[in-house]
């Protein structure tokens, strides 16, 4: 049939390089399906496409037919990573997926393969098709006259540009005015973000990116492997012990009515007993990736690189006695947190990324329940949320739709970042707070119940602009924060039995409440609450301590490392 086939006419084998290069590109049509059915805009859907299928066409500019099928097989070689990526994540292939992957061991990987091998033969027998078909039957002359090369070659550029533009004009609302020159660095971060989302470059950088992380987690783990505390408990206590901190992500503490906030965001939190709110907490970075080492170990804004040298909190608390848990919703990539997650006893982790559609911070419910079905003696549970990160309209459920009209069903960033949804965009932002009144409210349920000596911290990791009417910026992570960035979100609940096991630091608690801290107060509170002594504890920065002051100027370590002064 073969043989028939290749004596057919140049219309017949214009079939075979269709059908050919149909089996290529067929991940790209994957992507649009699922970006169309994600509510995505259409116009950046076509623009990903189109740029990724120009990568296609690229080398039949340069090489003859047989020789560019060939090269393009590797559309067809990594299209098992990257439809894998689109059906489970509903995002193409990226860094972490590749990072999750060099963490898998070969017993993982075995069952893995046993469990999918249909799709595997299935895969092997495509790649197979696809070589035979082009080694034995494509004819090895060019596709396109010059003529049609230039034309390809001109569409290809002005794609590429059409999305740098796209870019720029996105890239209006996070700038400020005083920070215009980052406005084109900026835009180019962004292009080469949806660069490396096309296919197959997010194959080539995923993988690449993430063997540098792999190695770097290495070179990380080895740095602290031999440090300690030395921490142990300050005395026996003969009953069951169970410590929570969350850590919440872009919630300001401005937006809480529990904070004085004139919408009812918070009602679960004002009607919960035992409940103390930090009005005047302000941390010390605006972006996740450097508040997390301060909210989690003893770095801070000015001595930021003691992460690399010490463990955090977290084993503080293992080597106190406590089994220690990670649960997150996201930041499974962050090599400071697989650190963590590779000493904690167990990490749950939801392998959702920021841009995932369907990841709700009520999934790790499932996961606490578990652990504190094991009823051990002493717990340390770690709970990271996606919170209120942008697209604030994913982060909740439709139950939690309090203040409309919101931006439900809306998924493309440049329309939901239009100034003109601004009423729309603080609708989404505070019912995401609602949903958080519920995610900590539910948490301390499940804590009560156990009728432990507990206590729940929640901070968050930083603010947020949301067009605010004395700025009128948006986002997070300038290098110049305004208030609503820095100022965050400080929340504890007491069980009874604490309160009764430790009436000084509930009092100590009480009397510090309107105090003006910073976020590295959180590693030494945690510990000083929960009832352990350490090496070179900073008894003064614990909110539980008599010794604990305001602090007249506060310090923030922008993007660039450089530390600002904080004076309000």
């Given at each position: ?49 189109l ?14 037919k047989?020789t560019?099928?060939i ?24 860094s ?19 469990s ?5 033969f ?27 090369k230039?034309i ?28 215009s020159?980052?406005?084109w ?25 993430g ?24 005395e026996?206590?003969?009953e ?6 969350i850590?919440?992500?872009?919630a300001?503490a ?24 930090y ?29 690399k ?50 990841s ?19 717990q ?43 009423g ?36 968050s ?74 090496n ?33």
């Amino acid at each position: 049939m073969i043989n028939t086939f290749r004596k057919l006419t140049k219309h017949s084998r214009t079939w075979l390089y269709g059908f050919l290069a149909l089996l290529c590109i067929t991940p790209i049509l994957f992507f649009a399906a699922i970006m169309i059915n994600n509510d995505s805009n259409l116009y950046m859907i076509i623009g990903l496409f189109l740029m990724t299928l120009s990568l296609f066409f690229i080398p039949f500019l340069f090489f003859r037919k047989k020789t560019a099928f060939i090269i393009n097989s590797i559309y067809i070689f990594f299209s098992i990573f990257e439809l894998y990526s689109l059906y489970l994540y509903k995002l193409p292939f990226s860094s972490s997926l590749a990072f999750v992957l060099f963490q898998t061991n070969k017993f993982e990987a075995i069952e893995f393969l046993q469990s999918n091998l249909p799709w595997l033969f299935i895969y092997l027998f495509i790649c197979g098709v696809y070589l035979f078909l082009v080694i034995k039957y494509v004819e090895n002359e060019f596709l396109f006259s010059k003529k049609y090369k230039k034309i390809i070659l001109l569409s290809t550029i002005a794609i590429y540009m059409g999305m740098f533009a796209y870019c720029l004009n996105l890239n209006k609302s996070f700038i400020q005015k005083h920070e215009s020159k980052l406005f084109w660095s900026h835009s180019l971060h962004c292009y080469s973000l949806k660069f490396k989302k096309i296919y197959p470059v997010n194959i080539f950088y995923g993988f690449s990116a993430g063997i540098k992380n792999y190695s770097d987690l290495k070179i990380f783990n080895s740095n602290i492997d031999t440090f300690t505390f030395n921490a142990t408990t300050k005395e026996k206590i003969n009953e069951r012990e169970i410590y929570v901190f969350i850590i919440g992500e872009t919630a300001r503490a401005s937006n809480f009515s529990i904070n004085g906030y004139h919408r009812n965001t918070t009602p679960l939190l004002k009607n919960t007993k035992n409940i103390y709110s930090y009005t005047d907490v302000l941390s010390q970075a605006s972006l996740t990736t450097i508040s997390l080492p301060i909210l989690l170990t003893r770095s801070d804004a000015i001595n930021f690189e003691l992460y690399k040298k010490e463990k955090t909190v977290v084993d503080a608390f293992k080597e106190a006695g406590f089994n220690t848990y990670w649960i997150g919703n996201q930041s499974f990539y962050n090599n400071f947190i697989v650190s963590i997650c590779n000493r904690v006893d167990n990490a749950y982790m939801t392998l959702k990324d920021f841009d995932y559609t369907g990841s709700l911070d009520e999934t790790m419910f499932p996961f606490l329940n578990e652990i504190l079905n094991k009823k051990e003696q002493k717990q340390f549970i770690v709970i990271h949320t996606l919170g209120s990160h942008f697209r604030y309209n994913l982060r909740y459920s439709s139950e939690y739709r309090k203040f409309e009209p919101d931006l439900s069903g809306l998924k493309d960033y440049q329309q939901i970042l239009n100034p003109k949804n601004k009423g729309q965009l603080l609708n989404s932002y505070d019912n995401s707070i609602a949903y958080t009144d519920y995610f900590l409210t539910n948490t301390i349920s499940l804590l009560e119940k156990e009728q432990a000596i507990s206590y729940l911290f929640y901070i968050s990791d930083h603010g947020e602009n949301i067009y605010d009417d004395d700025d009128n910026l948006f986002g997070h992570g300038s290098t110049k924060p305004t208030k609503n960035e820095l100022h965050v979100p400080l929340i504890l609940w007491l069980s009874n039995r604490y309160i009764e096991m430790f009436p000084h630091k509930e009092n100590s608690i009480k009397r510090n409440i309107n105090k003006k801290k910073s976020s590295e107060i959180v590693f030494h509170s945690l510990i000083d609450m929960g009832n352990i002594d350490m090496n070179n504890l900073d008894i003064d920065k614990s909110i539980s301590d008599t010794l604990l002051t305001s602090d007249s100027i506060r310090y923030f370590r922008n993007i660039e490392g450089e530390i600002i002064e904080i004076k309000y």
